[in-house]
C-alpha cells in the first residue's frame, strides 16, 4: 500500500477531517487523521495491518516476540499487528502521567519488542511507550505505525517502520496563518482528557 492508497481508506471511513485541529503535542493542524473511525471497522483496520505487517517482515531481521502499544490510540492496531503477526499484544497506561505497564502485564527481561502506534506526529507518545518497555528490561527492536505525519522526521531512538507517511501542516497556536486562526479550534484526540 501507498500514503495514498492509505489515505483513501481514511477518506472512506470519514476519518480524513479538515478544520482547524488541535493535536497531542499541541500544534494546531488543518487536517486531522480521525483513526477510530478506521480502527472502528475490523475489515479496515485488518487492510492497514496486514500490509503493514508485510513491511514489517520485509525490513526487520529479527522478528519480535511481541507487540506493545500505548493506550489509547495503539491498543486496536496493537492488537491487529499481533494477530497478523502470530505474537500477543499487551499495552502501557498512563499512571500519574507516566506510561507503565499495568493490569498484569508483563515483560520478559531481553524480550523483543516491536512497538506499534496508531499515528505518529511528534513521536513523543512513542519514546514514552519505549521508555516503559526498556525499564522492565525488554528491548524495542523497531516501532511500528500506520501513519506517520512526520514525514520521515520523528525521532523515536530505534528503526520507524510505516505503512504511509506524509507532512501535513502544523502550525504553533502563536503563529497560525488568518485562514486557519479564523476557525474555532476542536481537540478531537485523546491525550489530556479526564
Known amino acids: 500500500m501507498k500514503t495514498d492508497d492509505v489515505l483513501d481508506v481514511f477518506k472512506r471511513a470519514g476519518a480524513l477531517l479538515e478544520g482547524h485541529f488541535i493535536l497531542s503535542s499541541g500544534r494546531r493542524s488543518p487536517v486531522f487523521l480521525q483513526k477510530a473511525f478506521v480502527f472502528k471497522n475490523p475489515v479496515l483496520t485488518e487492510k492497514l495491518c496486514a500490509a503493514l505487517a508485510d513491511k514489517i517482515r520485509q525490513q526487520l531481521d529479527v522478528m519480535p516476540d511481541i507487540i506493545v502499544a500505548p493506550a489509547m490510540g495503539g491498543v486496536i492496531p496493537g492488537y491487529e499487528m499481533a494477530r497478523q503477526l502470530g505474537l500477543e499484544s499487551v ?83 502563536d503563529d497560525l496563518p488568518p485562514e486557519l486562526a479564523a476557525l474555532s479550534a476542536v481537540k478531537p484526540g485523546s491525550r489530556g482528557l479526564k
Open 91 to 173: 499495552f502501557v497506561e498512563r499512571e500519574q502521567g507516566v506510561f507503565t505497564l499495568r493490569r498484569g502485564f508483563t515483560l520478559e527481561p531481553g524480550a523483543k519488542v516491536l512497538m506499534m502506534e496508531d499515528i505518529i506526529s511528534t513521536g513523543l507518545s512513542s519514546r514514552e511507550c519505549i521508555e516503559a518497555i526498556n525499564a522492565v528490561g525488554a528491548t524495542v527492536i523497531a516501532g511500528a505505525c500506520i501513519f506517520d505525519r512526520s514525514g520521515g522526521k520523528a525521532d523515536i531512538g530505534v528503526p520507524l517502520i510505516s505503512l504511509a507517511s506524509r507532512v501535513f501542516p502544523s502550525y504553533d497556536k
